[in-house]
């Protein structure tokens, strides 16, 4: 059996619902580009969207909450 595996996968590090960012961890994965919209997940149910602004630093980048919300450990990937 052959599980494919989206290249473009990392978790919510840490999150300031005041200022409505996260950072995204993706360590020792590809990193998502500016700009790019990503969907936030819990458990398996799309509960926000992102949007990547950068900075990006060692497997870790910035991006705007733009929809819902995210919590830490929260998987990100694409639609």
Do not use: C, H, W
């Not at 991006?63 to 639609?79: K, M, N, Q, T, Y």
Request: glycine fraction near 12%; aromatic fraction near 4%; charge should be positive.
């Amino acid at each position: 059996m052959l599980t494919l595996v989206n290249p473009l996968q990392g978790r919510v590090a840490s999150v300031n619902m005041s200022l409505r960012f996260v950072v995204l961890d993706f360590a020792l994965k590809q990193l998502p580009s500016i700009d790019q919209r990503l969907g936030v997940y819990r458990q398996g149910l799309k509960v926000g969207e992102l949007k990547v602004t950068g900075p990006e630093r060692g497997g870790n980048i910035v991006a705007d909450l733009v929809a819902g919300e995210a919590r830490v450990g929260d998987e990100v990937r694409p639609d």
